[in-house]
Structure formats: structure tokens, C-alpha cells
């Protein structure tokens, strides 16, 4: 069963760059998986980040972008900032409308 | 601008079946998009359950596909979530969410409803 793996705890230094990524432990995450970026905070629904590789959701911030880097889909934040310390998660499309999400990066801003 | 609601009993007995409805509002259910569950389990990571269209075509989870319902009710502009047999492992906070097979993306959620399953 492949599984879709994410960093469990990440830190940036405010203004900062960092790289949040997400594979699969068997084969490579492509543009076909339709790869999508959420972010969470503690007691609030998921909100949508990035969708279908590097679309921007309505109102996110050109700070945050996604990519394909390697064999693994990216969210990249640059400039971070003290309220981007939250939950991310990614969410892979496997075929036959079924998704898997990854366990989660823990971001921190400090 | 669409929104969504979860509603439901917050407290279901072993064994018994978790219902739980999305009401949507500033957008017809039968208009287009598919129709989407989620729940995430305290302190745990978020789980697609399943996804249904306004003209009853469903994708489920395979994991949960053997106590898994979802429906659509377009008079009422809601779809809705039957899971049976439950355990202590299906206490959750549940989340519906509109889905856009063109883009394939997930938005917008509702806020979640927490469903905890406890004698």
C-alpha cells in the first residue's frame, strides 16, 4: 500500500524560506497526481493553499507556491511570517476518485 | 459564495450507525460539482472519506467502503454521511467540502463537526 509522506515538524526563521514536500513511498509524485497544499490551525478547518500542482487559491499570497521538485510535489513559503506557523498538509490523487493525504508538517516560525 | 455546514449527533454508541448532513448554501447541489467528506481524528491527520455528484455517482474511501454510505438530497440542497458499525476509531471531526472535478480542487470546507463515539 503506498502511503504519501510528509516531514513531521519543520522550522523557518521569520523572512525566511522554506520547502514543505511531499512523496510517495513507492514511485514518484507527478502533475498527474494533482497534487494539493492545505493549511491548518489548531481548532480551525483546513484551508486551501495550492490545488492541482501550483494553482493559488483565491486570496492566498504569492508567498506560498507549489512545484514538482524531483520525484516529490513542493510547497515552497518564502518571507515567512509569525501566522504561517500551522499544520500543512498535502493530498495526492490516486486514480478512480480516490485521494490519500500525508501525515502533516508541523511548521514552526521562529 | 458557497458555504457549507456539518450537522449531526455529537455522540454515537459502538456499533451504532454516525449520521451527519451538509447543508450548502449560495450554490444549487444539482448545479455541478461533486461533494466531498473528510474527518480528522484528535491530534491525528486528515482522511478523505468520500465523494459524491448531485446524480448519485460516488467514490469512496476504500477503507471505509464496506460501512460507508454517502447521499445527496437536492430538495433539501444537502448530501449526507452513514457510517456503521462504528468504533472508538471513527471518533473524528468531520468535515464536508465542495470539490470541482475540472480543477480538482477541495474548497470550500465547513467548519467541522466533531463526532465522538463513546457508551
Known amino acids: 500500500q503506498t502511503v504519501v509522506t510528509q516531514e513531521p515538524s519543520f522550522s523557518v526563521s521569520p523572512g525566511g524560506a522554506v520547502t514543505l514536500t511531499c512523496g510517495l513511498t513507492?514511485?514518484?509524485?507527478?502533475?498527474?497526481?494533482?497534487p494539493s497544499w492545505f493549511q491548518q490551525t489548531p481548532g480551525q478547518a483546513p484551508r486551501s493553499l495550492i490545488y492541482?500542482?501550483?494553482i493559488r487559491s483565491s486570496g492566498v499570497p504569492d508567498r506560498f507556491s507549489g512545484s514538482i521538485l524531483g520525484n516529490k510535489a513542493a510547497l515552497t513559503i518564502t518571507g515567512a511570517q509569525a501566522d504561517d506557523e500551522s499544520d500543512y498538509y498535502c493530498?495526492?490523487?490516486?486514480?478512480?476518485?480516490?485521494?490519500?493525504f500525508g501525515g502533516g508538517t508541523k511548521l514552526t516560525v521562529l | 459564495q458557497v458555504q457549507l455546514q456539518e450537522s449531526g449527533p455529537g455522540l454515537v454508541k459502538p456499533s451504532e450507525t454516525l449520521s451527519l448532513t451538509c447543508s450548502v448554501s449560495?450554490?444549487?447541489?444539482?448545479?455541478?460539482?461533486?461533494w466531498a467528506w473528510f474527518r480528522q481524528s484528535p491530534g491525528k491527520g486528515l482522511e478523505w472519506i468520500g465523494t459524491?455528484?448531485?446524480?448519485?455517482?460516488?467514490y469512496y474511501n476504500p477503507s471505509l467502503r464496506s460501512r460507508l454510505s454517502i447521499s445527496v438530497d437536492t430538495s433539501k440542497n444537502q448530501f449526507s454521511l452513514k457510517l456503521n458499525s462504528v468504533t472508538a476509531a471513527d471518533t473524528a471531526v468531520y468535515y464536508c467540502?465542495?470539490?470541482?472535478?475540472?480543477?480538482?480542487?477541495?474548497?470550500?470546507w465547513g467548519q467541522g463537526t466533531l463526532v465522538t463515539v463513546s457508551s
Open positions: 492541482s500542482t501550483n
Open positions: 493530498v495526492l490523487y490516486m486514480g478512480n476518485g480516490y485521494w490519500v
Open positions: 449560495g450554490y444549487s447541489i444539482s448545479s455541478g460539482y461533486y
Open positions: 513507492s514511485g514518484s509524485v507527478s502533475t498527474s497526481h494533482y
Open positions: 467540502a465542495t470539490y470541482s472535478t475540472s480543477t480538482k480542487q477541495f474548497d470550500p
Open positions: 459524491i455528484h448531485h446524480s448519485g455517482s460516488t
